[in-house]
């Protein structure tokens, strides 16, 4: 459909962009697209930034990171069909790690709408069908003066724990109707809390008090309910120890007395819980890897505190509270009976004594080598994004996020979530580098946002280690079949290629990784490092624990 002069007057695009200010928006992601122009005609007049991407799937990714180190809704703007459709990866993991991506598309004009086949360019018999099942909500926008509404009630969902994206798609010509209404300046859209029942609580705060061996496993929805000295206070006041899901790192300090880490791939991890009189887990469903790939075997009780109702008791019998993390933890750090510290420190170290000796035992000294080297260049308060490869898969277990944060695509486990997410929280804070970490891989699924680091001169450092291939499934399917097939990659010249896009670059060897890395972190601007080395997983564990032959076993996730 041709733009007229006439329809460059304030329109039904002024609507959007005007409601997601007055809602508190700052910044939005997208790609244009014909049926979306409305919309981006209307951004050029409002003070919103617009952060451009090159492929829609990476400003998916870089929108849900924006949402995870701001806690704040990141509107997500694309164009019809295809566009929406290649948000569906993207939406999926922020789906996962509840990330509230507010992804706002066009749809074919009104006449096409459900099923007209008009033969509209991009046109679906039903777009929004394809995103029900992944997204939390679904909102159809049909005349200009539905807008205002509908994009507060689809901000409040993005919110509402869970937080999760959303999906919202408006018609081309609503977005290019002129209209005559005041423009958008009041628009609320407050989430409902969601407190913890007292009688809940008051039973839990029992059942805790009076535990001989109480443990916590802490998941991501502590970290997301920005509940840290709530389960601190609580871990101190019960002398628990305390581990982290790999979503939810960060949730407790790593070298506390009471840390467990975060080895919930490891047999001596998963028998420590087991072994608790009293396991509370909060914000966690205790999904494949929180349960070392569902060998965990609970003897004692288990209090679960989610957010998200689908999740309470989905994996295991237990006192389900429905609440948001931070609520319910203050609640029972002022219920439980505080005791006096006692032997859990020691009981922490010795399982970590454990863990480290079988670590050590496998001649993986490259590996961690590497992973310290990234740890010692990398800002305490540096936030890190990272891609489904195998250091990555080291991260979730061994890497100490400090006062940063850990980052990773573990919830869907789909490839190229590292660098563009990257791109996303550096958006949220220019003023701190940010690491970004990929293997040859997942690097190849947004090589074109080197542009988009150089376009808006963001400091990202890209940490890509290239092997050859796809390392993980290689290493599973030689050691299921004997030998890999379609593993083995050509791949580019990194240094070459991030050079062409203007964006320094260095190769390094695991001896001057520490050193070079640093140096691209503190240089203004994106960077890349490129690392060629041959990685490898440890051990598993979970596979003698299902045989019933000890613990030894544990594999990453299935992706390379």
Known sequence: MPLSTAQRARHGGDLVVESLTALGASTVFGLPGQHALGAFDALRRSGLTYVGLRVENNAGFAADAFARVTGSVAPLLVSTGPGALMTLAALQESAAASAPVLAIGSQVPTAGLGGGRKGYLHELVDQKASFRDIVKSVHTVRAASQIPSALAAAWASALEAPAGPVWLEIPQDVLLAPVSVPPVTSLRAAPRPLPPRSELTAEAARLLSGAERPVILAGGGVVRAGARQELRALAEALDAPVATTFGGKGAFPWDHPLSLQSWLEDAHTTEFLEDADVLLVVGSGLGELSSNYHTFRPRGRLVQIEADLGKLESNHPALGIHADAREALAALAEAVAPRPPGTAPKAAAGLLTRVRDRIEAQGLELEQRVLRSVREALPDDSPSFWDMTILSYWAWSAFDPRTGALHSAQGAGGLGYGFPAALGAAVADRDRPV?????????????????????????????????????????????????????????????????????????????????????????????????????RMYAPTHLDRLTGDGAHGGPGPDQG
Do not use: H
């Open 435 to 535: 690491l970004a970490v990929s293997g040859d891989g997942g690097a190849m699924y947004s090589v074109s946002e080197l542009a988009t680091a150089r376009q808006y001169r963001l400091p990202v450092t890209w940490l890509i280690v290239d092997d050859g291939g796809y390392g993980i499934l290689r290493e599973y399917m030689t050691d299921a079949f004997g030998e890999a097939t379609g593993t083995e990659l050509s791949r580019p010249d990194f240094v070459a290629l991030a050079e062409s896009f203007g964006v320094p670059a260095v190769r390094t060897t695991p001896a001057r990784l520490r050193a070079d890395l640093a140096d691209a972190l503190a240089a203004p601007g994106p960077s890349v490092v490129v690392l060629p080395a041959l990685l």
